[in-house]
């Protein structure tokens, strides 16, 4: 049976904003609405402090302004790299014999989650992180956060950008601090691959945002149970079941490959490119796919219990779609 370790620190178990009521009398209502448009007009987040030449400069109103700018504009309009994205965070770490699985809460408000397996040794450096379990020594992840201090850079989001065959793939976006305000510089802000796992690690630590692509919210997020069902089969019969629905599996990806050696084979490589693509879309949208390699995976670790989850999800999935719809 796996463990359950929480996350229970505020920062990481915040949910999504809810709507700002009002809290100002009507006077101050128009200041609100004078300095939400000068927010807007002067390019200020809602991260940034009001200038105390606004009308409504001190209080709970100076709250309302900041928030009213932040959920009043979409993320496209706040920071075009955000545009198609929505934002996430730590709910859980659950470990099973070495293998862990972070729950990034989608919030949204349609109480969903995405599942994110990661290594054993990035699942201890979150779970201490997560728990403040100080350390003698710096780890990994605790050295990424000093040397990046050190150079007056922090990390300011960080973004799961994409999946290809079950994979994920992230971006961590770092920005110059001011020493004056400890707020990142304009202008300044870079963006490097990483690893999701690496990337999560590095954001908890500072505290920053974490966002996921829409597109891949929709295609690979799933309904989190409050604890892991236990099981009504045993490993040989999960182990046989699991077969057995992967031998039902046509895979797409077989008549793609063999097109595409036979097209390299005879030097088309236009065509061979074509199939590569087709190869490349299907790994990524087609969600039965991804279902079989996580199965084929969950069988190879010996994670019994996650690959019939997997399989109940397949035989869902397929038993109530059309495969046109299974592809997002």
């Known amino acids: 049976m796996a463990s359950v370790l ?8 915040s949910t999504a904003r809810g709507v700002v009521s009002p809290v100002c009398s009507t006077t101050a209502g128009a200041s609100v609405r004078r300095s939400t448009a000068s927010v807007a007009a002067h390019g200020w987040t809602a991260r940034s402090p009001v200038p105390t030449s606004s009308p409504c400069v001190s209080g709970r109103c100076n709250r309302v302004v900041a928030q009213a700018f932040e959920q009043g504009n979409t993320g496209s309009s706040r920071d075009p790299s955000l545009d198609g994205f929505v934002e996430v965070k730590v709910d859980q770490v659950r470990v099973n014999s070495g293998n862990a699985v972070v729950y990034l809460r989608i919030l949204d408000g349609r109480e969903r989650v995405l599942p994110v397996h990661i290594g054993e040794n990035e699942s201890n450096a979150l779970l201490k992180e997560i728990n403040k379990q100080r350390q003698m020594r710096p780890l990994t992840h605790d050295v990424m956060k000093n040397i990046l201090r050190e150079i ?8 799961i950008t994409d999946i290809v065959a079950n994979t994920y793939y992230a971006r961590i976006h770092l920005a110059k601090v001011n020493d004056a305000t400890g707020q990142p510089e304009p202008g300044t802000e870079v963006d490097v691959d990483a690893r999701p796992s690496d990337a999560i690690n590095l954001a908890v630590r500072f505290g920053s945002p974490m966002y996921v692509s829409k597109r891949i919210a929709d295609a690979a997020s799933t309904v989190y149970p409050d604890q892991p069902a236990a099981p009504n089969e045993t490993a040989s019969e999960i182990v046989r079941s699991v077969r057995e629905t992967l031998a039902s599996f046509e ?5 793609y490959q063999l097109q595409k050696d036979l097209a390299v084979k005879e030097e088309r490589f236009e065509d061979a490119r074509s199939m590569q693509q087709l190869i490349y879309h299907e790994m990524t949208h ?6 079989v390699v996580a199965m084929e995976s969950a069988l190879s670790d010996g994670r019994y219990e996650e690959a019939a989850r997997l399989r109940d999800e397949f035989r869902r999935l397929s038993a109530n779609a059309p495969s046109e719809q299974r592809r997002t």
């Open 152 to 159: 007056k850079f922090r990390v300011v989001k960080i973004r």
């Open 6 to 13: 929480s996350a229970q620190t505020p920062v990481l178990r």
């Open 251 to 255: 895979d797409p990806t077989v008549m």
């Open 286 to 291: 087609n969600q039965l796919l991804r279902l």
